[in-house]
């Protein structure tokens, strides 16, 4: 079955070897084709809904999965909505603006692409998303700037989840796994600024 929600043109070929590569442009500028990156795909029916947005995250770049602010958002750790769907990569950084949102992958060594489920959500897709304790090791791993009190008061984390729903000893197993004495000062900043 072929998965009509993000295609690429390699699956277009693969089905029809003679289809002419110009039809994405047309079909593009009619209006009845999203681009999501060079070479991917959409039908403006599924850029509506909303689990999609994550969805094409995982498609149009991997490996990925869905980790840092988007991750902890989802999770209503944090209070604000974030727009940007924000991505942990063993690629390199990078990020596309389309017309179904904006999508940044930040980049970590491939032993590290560790700690996401595989959540289901519609037509038996699955969305590979970071839990919620490797998103706050990834957030600390990839943003230094959380090297202080204030800046960690400003992230405003839920601290009923800090306190009730995170899985403290799997949070300090993820940040034994970075080996990284930085990430080992900021997480334990994160512990003394939430009274944890």
């Given at each position: 079955?072929?998965?009509?929600?993000?295609?690429?043109?390699?699956?277009?070929?693969?089905?029809?070897?003679?289809?002419d590569?110009?039809?994405?442009?047309?079909?593009t500028?009619?209006?009845?084709?999203?681009?999501?990156?060079?070479?991917?795909y959409?039908?403006?029916?599924?850029?509506?809904?909303?689990?999609?947005?994550?969805?094409?995250?995982n498609r149009?770049?991997?490996?990925?999965?869905?980790?840092?602010?988007?991750?902890?958002?989802?999770?209503?750790?944090?209070?604000?909505?974030?727009?940007?769907v924000t991505s942990?990569?063993?690629?390199?950084?990078?990020?596309?603006?389309?017309?179904?949102?904006?999508?940044?992958?930040?980049?970590?060594?491939a032993?590290l692409?560790?700690?996401?489920?595989?959540?289901?959500?519609?037509?038996g897709?699955?969305?590979?998303?970071?839990?919620?304790?490797?998103?706050?090791v990834?957030?600390?791993?990839?943003?230094?700037?959380?090297?202080?009190?204030?800046?960690?008061?400003?992230?405003r984390?839920?601290?009923?989840?800090?306190?009730?729903?995170l899985d403290?000893?799997?949070?300090k197993?993820?940040?034994?796994?970075?080996?990284?004495?930085?990430?080992?000062?900021?997480?334990?900043l994160?512990?003394?600024t939430?009274?944890?």
């Amino acid at each position: 079955m072929y998965d009509l929600a993000c295609f690429n043109v390699n699956q277009v070929y693969a089905w029809e070897p003679g289809f002419d590569r110009n039809n994405f442009v047309r079909w593009t500028k009619k209006g009845l084709l999203i681009r999501l990156r060079q070479g991917y795909y959409t039908f403006p029916e599924y850029s509506e809904k909303s689990d999609f947005i994550m969805y094409f995250a995982n498609r149009i770049y991997r490996p990925s999965y869905i980790s840092l602010h988007r991750a902890l958002a989802f999770y209503g750790m944090i209070p604000e909505a974030v727009i940007q769907v924000t991505s942990v990569t063993s690629l390199k950084t990078a990020s596309f603006r389309n017309d179904v949102g904006e999508y940044v992958y930040k980049s970590v060594q491939a032993e590290l692409m560790f700690g996401y489920d595989l959540k289901p959500f519609a037509q038996g897709q699955t969305i590979q998303l970071a839990r919620p304790e490797k998103a706050l090791v990834d957030l600390l791993y990839l943003y230094p700037f959380y090297n202080t009190r204030q800046a960690l008061e400003d992230l405003r984390l839920d601290e009923d989840f800090l306190q009730s729903d995170l899985d403290h000893s799997l949070l300090k197993e993820y940040t034994l796994r970075f080996n990284n004495k930085a990430l080992d000062k900021r997480v334990q900043l994160l512990y003394i600024t939430y009274n944890l």
